[in-house]
């Protein structure tokens, strides 16, 4: 089974600057790749997802991630965030070849301040 | 659009009661999931479903069991609730063996064991 990390629980930073959520998981095997958001008292809704082909992903709401397949990572990326932006996120693993599960990492906090 | 409908928003029940949580998909998805989630925990997978009247053992099954009776209806039942099984759960569902394709969340309900 997969095992997914995200090292920063909680990531405080100021509105308009960069920033950027950090995501590795166990295996090497072939993953697809996933990151939601969760805003306050809601389920989680997808940003993006990676599959195949370019390693740089676009998603809603101007987040990027890049997979980084020797590092085994899939670090998620805004370069300018905005009040809104607060929420919790969440990376998920799937392996390509077996069952149905997803893997998700513990989450990381997102604060933004005015 | 996709839709995944929890029946309750918040809940409160007494210790020793038996509570069922009752999730709703339009989608005709094959898999169903029941998570809960904690604070610095993440996601944790309690059952999930692969298709009518099957059912797997997630990562946390103690004192919960489920009921898949109709394709689109996952049930989650605390045969005799506990105060920690206090938490918010989250169903999703997703198509059967696509884990290319992501889950789609409900937006969760919030369970306060009393």
């Known amino acids: 089974a997969q095992s997914v990390t995200q090292l920063d629980s909680q990531v405080p930073v100021f509105e308009e600057a960069p920033v950027e959520l950090r995501c590795n998981y166990s295996?090497?095997?072939?993953?697809?790749l996933f990151w939601y958001v969760q805003y306050p008292n809601q389920g989680l809704q997808l940003l993006l997802k990676?599959?195949?082909?370019?390693?740089l992903v676009k998603g809603i709401n101007g987040f990027e991630a890049e997979f980084n397949k020797s590092q085994t990572s899939f670090h998620l990326r805004k370069p300018s965030v905005h009040i809104s932006d607060t929420a919790e996120y969440f990376c998920?693993?799937?392996?390509?070849?077996?069952?149905?599960?997803?893997?998700f990492g513990t989450g990381t906090s997102l604060t933004v301040i005015p | 659009d996709v839709k995944v409908t929890q029946s309750s928003r918040y809940l409160v029940k007494r210790t020793g009661e038996k509570v069922f949580l009752e999730c709703v998909q339009d989608?005709?998805?094959?898999?169903m999931f029941w998570y809960r989630q904690d604070p610095g925990l993440g996601l944790r997978l309690i059952y999930f479903?692969?298709?009518?009247?099957?059912?797997e053992k997630g990562d946390i099954p103690e004192g919960y069991s489920v009921s898949r009776e109709k394709k689109e209806r996952f049930s989650l039942i605390l045969e005799s609730a506990s105060t920690n099984q206090t938490s918010m759960y989250l169903c999703?569902?997703?198509?059967?063996?696509?884990?290319?394709?992501?889950?789609?969340f409900g937006d969760g309900t919030r369970l306060s064991i009393l």
């Open positions: 989608m005709d998805h094959e898999n």
């Open positions: 479903s692969y298709d009518v009247k099957m059912k």
């Open positions: 998920a693993v799937s392996d390509v070849d077996t069952g149905n599960q997803f893997y």
């Open positions: 999703a569902s997703s198509l059967k063996h696509r884990v290319s394709q992501p889950q789609h």
């Open positions: 295996s090497s095997v072939s993953v697809y």
């Open positions: 990676y599959l195949s082909g370019s390693t």
